[in-house]
């Protein structure tokens, strides 16, 4: 890959659209546009959506249904993080954990990352619309236009309650998960909405916490930007509480077994453990990394993979 110069690093925004270096192999340029759709948060998502298909089709989904779902899932999902990139790209180049992006690398022409978010957008909608029906279709646009004209144009640089309402795309695989099977809504795939947005904040805040001055070099008012320690991990911990009651709600409203609310409560209380150990740690005078933020980020990773591993996992044992 070329090296890019600091020169080309820190280049005006007025030539964020010249042309690529050459001598780039296409396998490069393609691993590139790959990078835009930031395949690791997509991993994430997806790991909500096959489990509520279970759920919905109250064992195993149907296979050709499921792979549809999951693969234009996947471009739809993608296409909202190209977008994405492509709204952030000034921001990117100032924050630590972005200015690898191609974007910010100018690796990829702004120009370029646009058509190719739109593309992926508009082959997502005519997928989910030919393979399940116009409800997941619609769902799923619904969500790349929320993440990218609401969050990443309006809320994320002007509210630290950008995330928390900037959440609600990110909701939205249970929904159409649960559409593509059914053809329609009902409580259970809305309380799994619940749980992935009460479960969003205090995941995306730790981060924050760890990644401060980055946030707040770009400008963004992330909460632990703009707000003391104490505040942000009180949030958290009420956020946590939220997401494990909402957790636990499912098992009335879509009749599961006992399976799933035991390993809903086991789950529940380690991450409730995990973040009142924040807590502890400011309380004794920690602060800073010394809080060890990046635990309870990293456990919430798993809390959410876990608990949705138990809804796929449930249908099968009734």
């Known amino acids: 890959m070329t090296v890019l110069t600091n020169r080309q690093a820190t280049a005006p925004a ?6 690529r270096p050459s001598g ?4 490069m340029v393609v691993k590139a ?7 690791r948060i997509i991993e994430l998502l997806l790991i909500t959506t096959l489990p509520v298909m279970f759920l919905a089709a109250g064992g195993l989904p149907p296979l050709w249904t499921s792979v549809a779902v999951m693969v234009f899932g996947t471009l739809s999902a993608g296409s909202a993080n190209a977008l994405n990139c492509y709204v ?4 990117d180049q100032k924050m630590r954990r972005t200015r690898r992006r191609p974007l910010a690398r100018h690796q990829v022409s702004p120009r370029g990352a646009l058509i190719f978010g739109i593309v992926l957008g508009l082959l997502s909608l005519l997928g989910l619309w030919l393979t399940t029906n116009w409800l997941a279709a619609m769902l799923s646009t619904g969500a790349i236009l929320f993440y990218v ?4 144009m309006i809320l994320k640089r002007r509210t630290a309650q950008n995330i928390v309402w900037g959440g609600i795309a990110g909701c939205m695989p249970v929904m159409i998960g649960w559409a593509g099977i059914t053809d329609r809504l009902d409580w259970a795939p809305l309380v799994l909405f619940g749980v992935v947005f009460f479960w969003t904040p205090p995941h995306t805040w730790t981060l924050a916490m760890r990644y401060k001055e980055d946030y707040a070099a ?3 008012p992330m909460l632990p930007v703009v707000a003391t320690e ?6 958290s911990i009420a956020y946590t509480w939220a997401t494990v009651l909402c957790s636990l709600a499912l098992w009335p409203v879509a009749g599961t077994t006992l399976f799933y609310p035991i390993v809903a409560a086991v789950l529940g209380a380690m991450c409730l453990w995990e973040v009142h150990r924040l807590l502890a740690r400011l309380n004794a005078g ?3 990394v010394e809080l060890r933020p990046m635990r309870f980020f990293h456990w919430s990773n798993a809390y959410l993979a876990l608990l949705f591993l138990a809804v796929a996992i449930d249908p099968l044992l009734s």
Do not use: C, N
Request: a positive charge; zero cysteines.
């Open 14 to 19: 007025q030539a964020e659209d010249a042309p």
């Open 24 to 27: 780039r192999s296409i396998g």
């Open 33 to 39: 546009y790959i990078a835009l759709t930031k395949p």
């Open 88 to 91: 952030d790209r000034d921001i």
């Open 149 to 152: 004209l609401v969050y990443s």
């Open 218 to 220: 770009a400008k963004v």
């Open 230 to 235: 104490r505040r942000v991990i009180l949030e």
């Open 286 to 288: 920690k602060t800073g």
